[in-house]
């Protein structure tokens, strides 16, 4: 990060901004605790991009974007990590007669001065920003094989042996806790944790097995093997994550729930750790929560426009009910925060009741649910109505007494935000009525459900795209049973597409290949796709008669409701997904319902 002073100089002469928005956001940031540039960033006041592309300018260096360069490890590492890391430079390129050297401060001649030393060749300085700095920085770490091999080979080879030994003393009555500071264990779980990190990946799955551990990582929603370790390492790393999540090292017959955090400069992880009895040991899983990264909007999140402007007029009533639906994992929890975070203002008292909590937010009240000392949802709930509430996030309606406490609370003048597990948003509504609420009170409360689930990106590295074939379109409609033209009408309908554009033989889609960017998966990172049902009159009128579900879609479809699948589709088209993957996380949908019933919404 530039200090303010030179942040300041750059943003007037390049005239990115007024000179008094400078000085108002600069009191901002001081009054925030934050440095200029970091506030601006945060608050997308300026772009990374241009204002890097401003300091290069007031240099007269050029920019570069290193990001989409394929840089050689033995070029990346003529700048020692550390050093990288402290002072944000990275060389990229090297020819005979110079180094290429990406910085963030072109002005820093203390560390340019250091560098020409150490490599002894002149170098050809060029500004980068510090997000590319920090992207390419994962290249340093190699591959998690290589490192435990390079872990093993700094042990002298005694890895297994060490571990092996501890093992076999540890049965004459050696502690667990001497198990878990062995070096070698201590290495191996850093570095699981560590990659886990890098990747992005979102849970850790250690798992054992007759003759080994099996270590996975969930990465974009989807499990990947990572590695399988010896099975002599099992105890040694069961206890150290123990002992990081304080739970009880002796206790191997009961499931464990714990947590532990690890911070740095770059970032500040939470793992939440869940512990399990299997056949072949206890089985780990650790949630990783990233408490550095900032709170998404909902055009982040993927909302279309005019779903967009749905959500925010319903976020702006003083009161009723807002209900986030779709199975586990589909980023209902991430959506509610990003709600909150809206509508999180000094004039209103936010509470919540969530299990657990995964993310804090400042100004909310948060509590965590303690089943044990019979701390339900609905007792949550009810001892929150005595706090003065203006806003209630209750993280799950399970049961009818939770459902029966935030209806009246949705009905006596509070805002309540909740999530249930149905599979579209006008499945919701007959859902309510079975867990017993009366036809009434659901009608009237319920302002907004909106169902969602989460598709991979396509890899903006090795995007491409393509027109499907006959004997594609065949494989495809037999395995997610739904017919191509069905989706190629979606499309066109939704879009108002040209007669060509209908064509579905015409009709242009886009995957990606493949590339090191993505780990050769072809996604990166994820999107939502959602379904919003506003409650109309005429809607409110089905559900005060009992209407089904079906009842309720159709009414909805013909006011105008985008459906998950038709958004899914839609994202395809403009090259943010693939159709496979918008029908790998729909498969719940009956394709009938779309090729019949609804007839493709003519």
């Given at each position: 990060m530039l200090p303010d002073?030179?942040?300041?100089?750059?943003?007037?002469?390049?005239?990115?901004?007024?000179?008094?928005?400078?000085?108002?956001?600069?009191?901002?940031?001081?009054?925030?605790?934050?440095?200029?540039?970091?506030?601006?960033?945060?608050?997308?006041?300026?772009?990374?991009?241009?204002?890097?592309?401003?300091?290069?300018?007031?240099?007269?260096?050029?920019?570069?974007?290193?990001?989409?360069?394929?840089?050689?490890?033995?070029?990346?590492?003529?700048?020692?990590?550390?050093?990288?890391?402290?002072?944000?430079?990275?060389?990229?390129e090297k020819t005979n007669d110079f180094l290429s050297v990406a910085m963030t401060d072109p002005d820093d001649v203390q560390t340019i001065e250091f560098i020409k030393r150490k490599v002894k060749i002149p170098i050809k300085i060029?500004?980068?920003?510090?997000?590319?700095?920090?992207?390419?920085?994962?290249?340093?770490?190699?591959?998690?094989?290589?490192?435990?091999?390079?872990?093993?080979?700094?042990?002298?080879?005694?890895?297994?042996?060490?571990?092996?030994?501890?093992?076999?003393?540890?049965?004459?009555?050696?502690?667990?806790e001497e198990l878990a500071k062995d070096v070698p264990v201590i290495r191996v779980v850093d570095t699981l944790l560590e990659y886990a990190i890098f990747e992005g990946a979102s849970d850790i799955h250690i798992e054992p097995s007759e003759k080994f551990v099996?270590?996975?990582?969930?990465?974009?929603?989807?499990?990947?093997d990572v590695m399988t370790l010896p099975k002599e390492l099992q105890d040694g790393i069961l206890?150290?994550?123990?002992?990081?999540?304080?739970?009880?090292?002796?206790?191997?017959?009961?499931?464990?729930?714990?947590?532990?955090?690890?911070?740095?400069?770059?970032?500040?992880?939470?793992?939440?750790?869940?512990?399990?009895?299997?056949?072949?040991g206890e089985k780990v899983v650790m949630r990783l929560l990233d408490e550095s990264?900032?709170?998404?909007?909902?055009?982040?999140?993927g909302l279309q426009k005019k779903v967009l402007e749905i959500v925010k007029k319903n976020l702006a009533n003083p009161n009723g009910m807002i209900l986030v639906t779709g199975p586990t994992g589909s980023g209902k929890t991430t959506t509610l925060y990003?709600?909150?975070?809206?509508?999180?203002?000094?004039?209103?008292?936010?509470?919540?009741?969530?299990?657990?909590?995964?993310?804090?937010?400042?100004?909310?009240?948060?509590?965590?649910?303690?089943?044990?000392?019979?701390f339900t949802f609905a007792a949550g709930l009810r001892a929150l109505l005595r706090q003065d509430p203006d806003i209630i996030m209750v993280g799950e309606i399970r049961d009818k007494e939770t459902a029966t406490i935030a209806i009246n609370a949705a009905m006596t003048g509070h805002l309540v935000l909740s999530t249930l597990h149905t599979n579209d948003a006008p499945s919701t509504l007959p859902r309510l009525l079975d867990m017993g609420i009366e036809s009434f009170l659901v009608s009237t409360t319920v302002?907004?459900?909106?169902a969602q689930r989460l598709v991979r990106k396509i890899c903006k590295h090795c995007i491409t795209s393509y027109t499907l074939k006959d004997k594609e379109i065949k494989l495809l409609e037999q395995a997610h049973d739904i017919s191509f033209e069905t989706i190629t009408k979606m499309i066109a309908k939704t879009e108002n597409a040209s007669k060509k554009e209908n064509?579905?033989?015409?009709?242009?889609?886009?995957?990606?290949?493949?590339?090191?960017?993505?780990?050769?998966?072809?996604?990166?990172?994820?999107?939502?796709?959602?379904?919003?049902?506003?409650?109309?009159?005429?809607?409110?009128?089905?559900?005060?008669?009992?209407?089904?579900?079906?009842?309720?879609?159709?009414?909805?479809?013909?006011?105008?409701?985008?459906s998950i699948l038709e958004d899914g589709f839609l994202k395809a088209k403009a090259g943010l997904t693939t159709i496979e993957e918008v029908l790998r996380v729909t498969k719940e949908y009956n394709a009938i319902t779309y090729d019949q019933k609804f007839n493709f919404r003519n």
């Open positions: 002073k030179k942040i300041t100089e750059i943003i007037k002469s390049s005239n990115i901004l007024e000179e008094k928005q400078v000085e108002e956001y600069l009191k901002k940031a001081e009054e925030k605790e934050l440095s200029l540039e970091r506030y601006l960033l945060e608050n997308n006041i300026v772009t990374e991009d241009i204002l890097y592309n401003a300091v290069a300018a007031f240099y007269n260096v050029p920019f570069v974007n290193i990001k989409d360069k394929a840089i050689e490890k033995d070029v990346l590492f003529l700048i020692p990590e550390p050093i990288s890391t402290r002072y944000e430079i990275i060389v990229f060029f500004v980068t920003s510090p997000s590319s700095i920090k992207d390419i920085g994962k290249l340093y770490h190699k591959n998690l094989e290589t490192e435990l091999s390079s872990i093993n080979k700094k042990t002298g080879g005694k890895l297994n042996a060490e571990i092996g030994a501890g093992m076999g003393i540890k049965n004459k009555g050696v502690k667990l099996i270590v996975r990582y969930r990465i974009d929603g989807i499990l990947r206890a150290r994550i123990k002992i990081l999540a304080n739970l009880k090292l002796d206790e191997h017959r009961l499931p464990q729930d714990g947590r532990f955090k690890i911070e740095n400069k770059e970032y500040r992880i939470s793992f939440r750790v869940s512990l399990i009895p299997v056949y072949d990264k900032k709170v998404l909007t909902l055009e982040d999140l990003t709600m909150m975070d809206i509508i999180n203002k000094p004039g209103v008292n936010i509470a919540t009741v969530e299990d657990p909590i995964e993310y804090r937010m400042p100004r909310i009240n948060q509590s965590q649910v303690q089943p044990k000392i019979k302002n907004m459900i909106l064509d579905p033989k015409g009709m242009l889609f886009f995957k990606g290949k493949g590339c090191n960017k993505c780990g050769n998966q072809g996604y990166k990172g994820r999107i939502g796709i959602y379904e919003v049902l506003n409650m109309s009159d005429e809607i409110k009128e089905l559900v005060a008669t009992q209407a089904d579900a079906e009842a309720i879609k159709a009414k909805a479809i013909e006011q105008g409701m985008l």
